[in-house]
């Protein structure tokens, strides 16, 4: 059973920083690209970032470049976010995702909530 566990999420101050982490498991994505993205409430659910297979190439939205990071370990079957500068827009549930075989976000984690309070 393919499983994305993400972690690292909580409350921080506006300025802060923190480190999401996505572990998977019950297949290896070391030849997909694997991305974050988040929800608010009351809002869908965005693109945050992502990163090719072999960690060469990293994209992300206007919103948080600059300020984030995605970065990945394929001997550890993870990806990373490190989140800098955070802001209190920056607050939503987190969610990693994995694409498939047809190049599709098809696995996805069950979120982790990060709050910046200001």
């Known amino acids: 059973q393919v499983q994305l566990v993400e972690s690292g999420g909580g409350l921080v101050q506006a300025g802060g920083s923190l480190r999401l982490s996505c572990a998977a498991s019950?297949?290896?994505?070391?030849?997909?690209?694997m991305g974050w993205f988040r929800q608010a409430l009351g809002k869908e659910r965005e693109f945050v970032a992502a990163i090719s297979w072999n960690g060469g190439t990293g994209y992300y939205a206007d919103s948080v470049k600059g300020r984030f990071t995605i970065s990945r370990d394929n001997a550890k079957n993870t990806v990373y976010l490190q989140m800098n500068s955070l802001k209190p827009e920056d607050t939503a549930v987190y969610y990693c995702?994995?694409?498939?075989?047809?190049?599709?976000?098809?696995?996805w984690g069950q979120g982790t909530q990060v709050t910046v309070s200001s």
């Open positions: 995702a994995a694409q498939g075989s047809n190049n599709r976000y098809d696995y």
């Open positions: 019950g297949r290896t994505f070391s030849s997909s690209t």
